[in-house]
């Protein structure tokens, strides 16, 4: 896409497929599904999406008729914007979909006070730094996405507790979250995967998550 740059409130990520799309989807606020996006129809992106998730989409042309636009909502899109050099009409939508969206100012879901304070969170090897959102395993940096983070830390917060996996969803996601619980257990493997042990992150089957014990020299891998 060439046009001006997206105001500085909106953090830009771009994937350059819609498998890439369809796999880290559930990162994200809001998604603009370029029509012009190799590999798949951004309608059928878009329907996809929808049956696991309720984030908010807006398709980027063809919306040149009432077929187009039509076709595009009953995919699941939000809007359809004109894919053109002016970004003043999907600012707009931007903004009129999140205002929907989230009532809450998105990434505000009631963080810890530990969070709030920018307190340093330690679990013997493990270190998660609220401020600059940096992560360490035996002093080595962890590379994780934005949700993967934000639930690494809700679990290092409070490791005690048991997290349920709705107070999860509420906290990481958005209360409002109606997309498939799935996307909790997917970044749970991540996590582990991430971490180097399955044992860093105690389930209770059908209950959720709390941080597990620090790992044992030889513990088993994530499956």
Not at 72 to 89: M, Q
Not at 105 to 125: D, H, I, K, M, T
């Amino acid at each position: 896409m060439h046009h001006p740059p997206l105001p500085a409130k909106y953090f830009v990520i771009s994937v350059p497929t819609s498998a890439q799309a369809l796999e880290n989807f559930g990162d994200f606020d809001l998604l603009l599904l370029d029509s012009s996006t190799p590999g798949m129809d951004s309608r059928e992106v878009c329907k996809r999406i929808r049956d696991q998730a309720s984030v908010p989409i807006i398709i980027l042309g063809p919306c040149v008729n009432e077929i187009d636009r039509v076709l595009a909502l009953n995919a699941g899109a939000d809007y359809c914007v004109v894919k053109s050099d002016s970004l003043h009409e999907l600012q707009a939508s931007m903004d009129a979909v999140m205002r929907r969206s989230y009532p809450c100012p998105v990434g505000q879901n009631s963080p810890g006070a530990a969070a709030q304070a920018g307190e340093v969170l330690v679990a013997g090897p493990l270190r998660l730094n609220p401020r600059n959102r940096d992560v360490t395993l035996h002093g080595r940096p962890v590379r994780l996405t934005p949700k993967e983070f934000d639930l690494l830390a809700m679990l290092m917060e409070d490791p005690e507790t048991l997290h349920t996996r709705k107070a999860i969803i509420a906290r990481v996601w958005n209360e409002h979250w109606f997309g498939s619980t799935r996307t909790l257990d997917v970044h749970i493997g991540a996590l582990r995967q991430k971490l180097g042990s399955y044992d860093w992150i105690e389930t209770k089957r059908g209950i959720g998550f709390r941080l597990g014990t620090v790992p044992s020299p030889g513990a088993r891998d994530s499956p």
